[in-house]
């Protein structure tokens, strides 16, 4: 049974950081890319940041580079998205996502919310 669980969510002040965590099971995850979305109230899931399979070269949405760090640990089937200089506008709720060829992995989320 394919699992990704997301956590490391929560409340944070403005300017502070967060790292989310996404562990997967039931699929060979060091043969899928991983990238982690968010949606926000009220707007369209987007994407935030990609790593291929093996690491190395990343990508990133252009609001959250120099803030976002996007990385993984095969050994530990997990993904990991460090977030830094957080704002409110960062308020979402945050996705991972397997992906490789038309074979997509979704878990099942987790909050974020930047609020003084």
């Known amino acids: 049974q394919v699992q990704l669980v997301e956590s490391g969510g929560g409340l944070v002040q403005p300017g502070g950081s967060l790292r989310l965590s996404c562990t997967a099971s039931?699929?060979?995850?060091?043969?899928?890319?991983m990238s982690w979305y968010r949606q926000a109230p009220g707007k369209e899931r987007e994407l935030v940041a990609t790593?291929?399979?093996?690491?190395?070269?990343?990508a990133y949405a252009d609001s959250m580079k120099g803030r976002f760090t996007i990385s993984r640990d095969n050994a530990k089937n997990t993904v990991y998205l460090q977030m830094n200089s957080l704002k409110p506008e960062d308020t979402a709720v945050y996705y991972c996502?397997?992906?490789?060829?038309?074979?997509?992995?979704w878990g099942q989320g987790a909050q974020v919310t930047v609020s003084s």
């Open positions: 996502k397997a992906h490789r060829g038309v074979v997509r992995y």
């Open positions: 039931g699929f060979t995850f060091s043969t899928y890319a």
């Open positions: 790593v291929p399979p093996a690491g190395g070269s990343t």
